[in-house]
Structure formats: C-alpha cells, structure tokens
C-alpha cells in the first residue's frame, strides 16, 4: 500500500498563477483533509470532504478551491497565487469508523509564490 | 474556535536527558492525539489519549491526557538523537476536524 501519496513535491509560482494540488489514497478512506502548514503555526484545515462528492471548509479556505469527484483522490485548487500562500500542504485522510479520526498524512508539497 | 497552545516551541537538549512537552487548551476535546513529524515528511500518528487522566507510554515515550480533557503532556526519557522531530499535539472535538497546536521542535544533540 502506498498510503496517501502528494504530487507534485516541490513547485513554484509566479503570483496570479494557477496549479492543482493532487492527493490520492489507497486506502479506501471517506475522510479526506488539506492543510497549509506555516513556521511556528502548526497545521491549519484549509478545506476537507467527508466523502465523493462532497466537500467543506475549514479554518483557511479563502483562495482555495478543492473537488472530491472519486473517493480516492482530492485535488486542491489555487486559482490565483498569491506570495501569502507559500507554505507547505498536507494532505491527509481518515477512516469515517475510526473511533477516534486519527489521521494518515502524505508526504507535503512545498509551494513557493513569488 | 478551539485553540491548542504547545510548549515549548522550541527544546535542544543532549542525549540521555528527560524532557515534558505541554499542550494546553481551555476547551474540552473528546480525545488528543499526538504526531511526530520528521523533515520533508508528513505527521505521523503516535499515540491517541481518550479518558481524562489516562496515561499511555510507549517505549520510552509517556502521555498524559488532563483530568478535565483540556490539556495533555508528553515527557520523554533517556531522549536519544533519533526522537528529533516536531511533535504537534492535536484535539478532537467528536467532529470532522481536528485542531492542532503550534507544535514543538526537539533537537537530541548525540
């Protein structure tokens, strides 16, 4: 099982660029999360789904955009890129009848707007 | 909104040393979860605390959760080079979402 896989790794934008943000799992989770993830301010919920077809936000969506169209993968979205959005995102996924919603995390994509 | 508030934020201490890493919070939450976190890597899971005052120690790695669910502690003992890592502690609230402190960089210098 490869888990819960991030692509790309690493990318960098110019600001007013676009890119898609793809994460997919093996794993066969309803619960799917991304998260930005800033120096000294932990992991903050950008946006989650609970399951296909579904999605809501979380703490920090504004500028954020995700689709959940197969159960496997969900895609995060930046339409417009802005530099206050280089940070390091995890995606992260979860079994609905877990008793206690602990996470599986992919590996990160580091993202630099300049 | 549920705030997790970590300390310290930053620990460097040598090898053999104990240390306590807090995570307090004024809001209750039904369990806390701790991750480690390695560089270029994502959390990873190391424990989950459900029941006010349990404890849960794996290896050389003890976990507290508060009699009242608010805060949680992880001390480690004989810390060695290999236990250097973020460790982020992190709420849950019986929702979707979880809450996640700031997280505490430990550096175990050999």
């Known amino acids: 099982n490869a888990g819960v896989t991030q692509t790309p790794k690493f990318r960098v934008l110019k600001t007013g660029q676009s890119m898609t943000l793809l994460c997919a799992q093996d794993?066969?989770?309803?619960?799917m999360y991304w998260y930005r993830q800033d120096p000294g301010m932990g992991l903050r919920l950008i946006h989650y789904s609970v399951g296909e077809g579904t999605t809501a936000k979380g703490e920090v969506p504004d500028g954020y955009n995700v689709s959940r169209l197969k159960k496997q993968n969900f895609l995060l979205g930046l339409e417009s890129a802005a530099p206050s959005q280089t940070s390091v995102y995890f995606c992260?996924?979860?079994?609905?009848?877990?008793?206690?919603?602990?996470?599986?995390f992919g590996p990160g994509t580091r993202l630099t707007v300049l | 909104t549920q705030l997790l508030e970590q300390s310290p934020q930053f620990l460097s201490i040598q090898e053999g040393e104990n240390l306590t890493v807090y995570c307090n919070s004024s809001s209750v939450f039904s369990s806390l979860q701790w991750y480690r976190q390695e560089p270029g890597e994502g959390p990873v899971l190391l424990v989950t605390v459900v029941t006010g005052g349990e404890v849960k120690k794996l290896k050389r790695l003890t976990f507290q959760f508060g009699d009242a669910r608010k805060d949680s502690s992880l001390h480690i003992t004989a810390a060695q080079p290999g236990d250097t890592g973020l460790y982020l502690c992190a709420g849950d609230d019986a929702g979707n979402m979880l809450t996640f402190g700031g997280g505490t960089r430990l550096m175990v210098k050999p």
């Open positions: 992260a996924s979860s079994y609905q009848l877990a008793a206690y919603n602990e996470q599986f």
């Open positions: 794993m066969n989770h309803e619960y």
